[in-house]
């Protein structure tokens, strides 16, 4: 069982910048970022896989997020600059051992490991 633990949420004006780490307890093949508005279904942000560092992000963040990792600590960042008020939501970080799986790369189905999320605000 691998853990998950997000930090680095806030409320920040339109155009602002965050950065969020997800600190896992053990090496994981791949992490991901998703986030979730109340009433929304959960969303797939951007991907990474550990090893090559090779990534895939959603349309909606492209050009404006950046996912990266830092294997000595087992941790994944994802920097969020010129963020926007649809961007609100709750960030969740999620992590799987398998280097297949029948499901998307961004579809929730295809971790095993979630982090607990952290909030992300931002005002027009």
């Known amino acids: 069982q691998v853990q998950l633990v997000e930090s680095g949420g806030g409320s920040v004006q339109a155009g602002g910048s965050l950065r969020l780490s997800c600190a896992a307890s053990?090496?994981?093949?791949?992490m991901a970022w998703f986030r979730q508005a109340p009433g929304k279904e959960r969303e797939g942000v951007a991907r990474i896989l550990t090893n090559s560092g090779f990534t895939s992000y959603a349309d909606s963040v492209k050009g404006r997020f950046t996912i990266s990792r830092d294997n000595a600590k087992n941790t994944a960042y994802l920097q969020m600059n010129s963020l926007k008020p649809e961007d609100t939501a709750k960030y969740y970080c999620?992590?799987?051992?398998?280097?297949?799986?029948?499901?998307?790369?961004?579809?929730?189905?295809?971790?095993?490991?979630w982090g607990q999320g952290t909030q992300v605000t931002v005002s027009s």
């Open positions: 053990a090496s994981t093949y791949i």
């Open positions: 999620a992590a799987d051992n398998r280097a297949y799986s029948p499901r998307g790369a961004l579809h929730p189905g295809r971790y095993d490991y």
